[in-house]
Each structure stands twice: as C-alpha cells, then as structure tokens.
C-alpha cells in the first residue's frame, strides 16, 4: 500500500498551494537536511517531470527551500523562506531537468554542511505524500511518515544483527528494513524504519558499531511538521 | 487496515454494525499504537483549519500571490445571500465555501490536504455548510472526515490521487467522491448507499485533465473545487433517494486508473497542453515569468545535470 493511514489521506495541515508541490516538497526538503544531519549551506537542487516544469508557479523551490531550513509543512514562514535561507547564509541553485524519470515529481538534492555532504533524490506521490528514493548512491525506497535510521557502514557479517540488537534493546520495532551497498565488502547503506522513535542513546550505540560510519535519524513527526 | 477495496469497507461495517467513520478510526489507531481519543483529536484540528479557512476565505480580501484570482468565494456568497442562486441557497452556499477554501491555498495560507491542496475546497464546502444546514456538532464532521479518509485510501491505494499521476480526475474527482459518500453517512445512510454515491460521484469526472494555466494552483483549479462540492451534494442525493452505481465503485476507480495511466503527460500538471497551452493561458504564463520557465517540447540539455552517475 502506498498510502498507510487516513492522515496520509486527509491532511497534511499546510501552506497551499499545492500538496505534492509544496507540502510534499517541504518533506522532501526537510528529509534530505535530516539525512546531511547539519544545517546546510549549499543546496543543488535538481528537478524533474512536472516539479521542472511548475516549480515556480506552485513555489516548489520555496518549499523545497523551507524544508531545508528545518520546518514543517504549515509553517507560515514558508512563504519567505528563500529570503530567510539567504539571510542564514544557505546557497541554493535550481535546475530544470528533463531527463525521463519514473515519478513525474522527483528532485534530487545535492547538500553540503560545513561537515559534509549528502545526495537525496525523492518523489512526491500525491497528498504531501513523498518516497525517498535515492541516498547517495544507493537505492532506497521509504516514506519517512516512521521515524527512520539511516546507517551508513561498510557491508560486513553480523552488523545488521548488531543493529537490530541495539533497538530490541530500547523496544524499537523495525516496521520496514533495506540494505544496498556499493560492492561486496564495500560501502553500504542500511535504512530502518521504526515504529517507536530510538533515542539519542541508541543513535550513539549503533554509531559506535565497529565499521559504522555515521547515522542519521529522519523524523518528519518532530515538533514541526504539522499540527499536533 | 483491514479493507483494500470499497467492497470490503462496506461488508466491514455490516458485518460489525459499525460506521465507515468507526472502522476507521478504530484502524488507524490500531496502525498507528495511538489511543482513538487521540487520533480523533487530530482530526478535530484539522476540522478546525477547514473551518478557519472557509471563514478567511469568505470575507473576500485573499488574493493570490500571482493577482490571477480572488474574491470569487465572497462574490458567489453574496449572490447566494440574495437569493438570486438558481441551485438554491444550500447548495450555493457550499459552492462558495469550497472556493473560499481554494483561495486561501491559492494565497499560500494554511489548509488541510482533501486529498491534496488542489482538491482541498470539496470537503470543507461541503462539511461546513451541512454543519449550518443541519446544525451538526463538530463531532459529527469529525467523524465524517474518516468516512472521507477511508474512501480516499481505498481510492489511493488503488489508483491515484495526484493531478501529475491521474490528472485532475484523480485529485478533485476523488475528493467529491470522498465528500459524497460521507455525507451520505452524516445524513444516516447506509454504508452501502455511500459507497454507491462514491461511484456515482467517480464516474461524472472520469477523463478531467490537470491543466493549471502557468502551472498555478487557481485556473482552472479554484472553480472546480467550487463546482465538485455542488456534484458532491448531487451525488449524495441520488444515492440517498435509492440511486445505485450500475458498475461497481471499486470498478470505477479501476477505470480512473485505467484513464489517468493513459492520459499524456501534456496533460497532467504539466502546464504544456490543455487551458494552460491556450492562447490567453499562455500569455499569463509569459506576464507573469516572461520566457523563462515556459514549457518546451524540445528536451534541453541532458549534459548539465548534478545527477551523473
């Protein structure tokens, strides 16, 4: 099912003017900066299909933008969030593409922090709705609607069982999991979506796993996607 | 959930004795590990923008921010205040209120997604006219959102509901439909009646292109959402009276996916066919951005992508 709840159907609560345009775009946005895990300060954006053609008539480059600074998708500073990403010192360029694509609305986002930098390609399905798709270079596939952990390490034996161990351990339940990596004994990417939010303690447990290289949390529950 | 089809929905609740709305709420808190009383509590939020916004939206002074549109929702308000209305007050009123909300997302002011922003003016026209038609309490629009939502999942999950996926069909179609069978169940219709009122619903906007002139969300949007709360109202009173859906709801929205998968992409959000490719869609397309951001059928160049791999 591609959409798992009837808040995926009414709702989100926003700021128009469009749902896949603006809400699901703010999502996306906000997705990609909890995935570089530190406010960014470039951004390349690259758009695809109708997010090419419409982004500026539906503000999808402000929406895109909000998110990048952190807010939710009815945040009522949206409307001046390009102003306010210059003001903070964030760099942003777009890019129309026309590269065919699967999705009509999928962007891909190119972040660098003062640390590092993180690629993220999403689509936005309908209804502020979104699926990530792309994390550097591997293929993932999640709605982030979960709280989801973001493992990047390299692929070896028993660390997926490390991992799962860990969140047994904070009664986390792994509701969704999928591993890619670049070869065999190489980089790897492992993408858990949870049920329950893990805690500081159990990001910091998994980071320091042997050949763990870093973790992101993706939480677009936290306090300021939408109403509570 | 425990329902994929409308079918399923509807032998849920016969089989239980129970609502549209109170299976879905008792499934989305099973789905989501919250308590009902706090996903009820969600909704009642939500309810309350909708209201917010059919109220900013009426006193007329929301402009968009591109100055193409605004004002519509107070001008039929008046008009239907006066009497003058040819549907009739009620149904006027709902008209007015559906492009009330619209045109508060067309300002980029806060609305809730019905299923999406572009279909956002049904349901609110619709729920919060019947609010003051009937003298409901807010719990009996609250609990109708779920009748809605549980329609929409159903639609969503097995077409679309995005104008850039099925066309406008998929967005302000789905959202009458959504909005008719929950009327049907706010006015005590039977579960069976709603889910006909959602095919009769289906089957009057099968075909309905997305084509937003300069790819805004306001021409043709905000007059459709306008236009889907008065069909809503329709196809809620046919299916009250007895009316049935020849073909099934459930191949009703087999059809809308049908259509939309074959729709061309000119016509799906795009902005490259349709009203917007018109020659007076094209010339607000070029006053507001000039040449720049002007669909072309010619592909660009391929080369300059931050997306090698």
């Known amino acids: ?228 | 959930m425990r329902f994929a089809s409308l079918a399923q929905l509807r032998k849920l609740c016969e089989d239980e004795g129970e609502t549209i709305a109170g299976i879905m709420i008792a499934d989305q808190a099973r789905e989501s590990g919250a308590a009902e009383e706090q996903v009820v509590k969600q909704m009642t939020v939500y309810y309350q923008v909708m209201k917010e916004a059919v109220r900013k939206g009426v006193q007329g002074g929301t402009r968009s921010r591109s100055g193409l549109t605004g004002g519509d929702a107070k001008r039929v308000g008046d008009y239907a205040a006066a009497g003058e209305s040819s549907l009739g007050g009620e149904a006027a009123t709902a008209m007015a209120y559906a492009l009330a909300v619209s045109e508060v997302n067309a300002s980029m002011g806060r609305i809730i997604a019905t299923p999406t922003a572009g279909s956002c003016g049904i349901i609110p026209g619709v729920f919060v006219s019947s609010q003051e038609r009937f003298g409901w309490d807010d719990d009996v629009l609250v609990r109708g959102l779920f009748a809605a939502g549980a329609i929409g999942y159903v639609i969503a999950n097995n077409s679309f509901v995005s104008g850039a996926e099925g066309g406008c069909q998929a967005e302000v179609g789905s959202a009458i439909g959504m909005a008719a069978g929950a009327l049907v169940e706010m006015r005590c219709g039977t579960a069976e009646q709603a889910m006909h009122a959602v095919g009769l619903a289906l089957k009057n906007s099968l075909g309905l292109i997305c084509d937003p002139v300069a790819g805004l969300v306001e021409i043709p949007c905000i007059v459709r959402n306008g236009f889907g709360a008065v069909t809503a109202l329709a196809a809620a009173d046919m299916a009250l009276a007895g009316v049935r859906s020849a073909i099934p709801s459930d191949e009703v929205i087999g059809v809308m996916l049908e259509v939309g998968s074959a729709m061309p992409e000119k016509h799906r959000e795009t902005a490259k066919g349709g009203l917007a490719q018109t020659p007076t869609g094209r010339r607000i397309m070029k006053e507001l951005y000039g040449n720049k951001n002007e669909p072309k059928d010619e592909p660009k160049d391929e080369q300059k992508g931050g997306e090698q791999e």
């Open chain 1, 1 to 228: 099912m591609r959409f798992k709840d009837v808040f995926s159907i009414i709702g989100p609560s926003m700021i128009g003017p469009s749902s896949s345009h603006t809400a699901g775009a703010a999502r996306i946005g906000r997705s990609a900066r909890q995935a570089l895990g530190e406010p960014p300060l470039e951004a390349v954006v690259s758009l695809y299909g109708s997010f090419a053609e419409t982004y500026r008539g539906h503000g999808t480059d402000v929406a895109l933008v909000s998110g990048l600074l952190d807010y939710g998708t009815d945040d009522e500073r949206i409307p001046d969030a390009l102003r306010l990403a210059e003001e903070s010192g964030l760099k942003v360029s777009f890019r129309a593409e026309t590269r065919p694509e699967v999705h009509p609305n999928t962007v891909s986002l190119l972040l660098r922090g003062a640390i590092g930098e993180v690629r993220v390609k999403g689509c936005s399905i309908g209804g502020g709705n979104i699926e990530i798709v792309g994390i550097d270079r591997f293929d993932v596939k999640f709605s982030a609607i979960q709280p989801t952990l973001l493992v990047f390490h390299a692929d070896r034996s028993g660390m997926i069982a490390e991992m799962s161990a860990i969140l047994m351990g904070a009664q986390v339940n792994i509701s969704h999991m999928q591993v890619d990596r670049e070869s065999r004994n190489g980089a790897a990417l492992t993408v858990i979506e949870c049920d329950q939010l893990p805690g500081d303690e159990e990001l910091k447990r998994i980071a320091a796993i042997a050949g763990v290289r870093r973790v992101r949390l993706i939480d677009l529950a936290a306090k300021k996607d939408g109403i509570e």
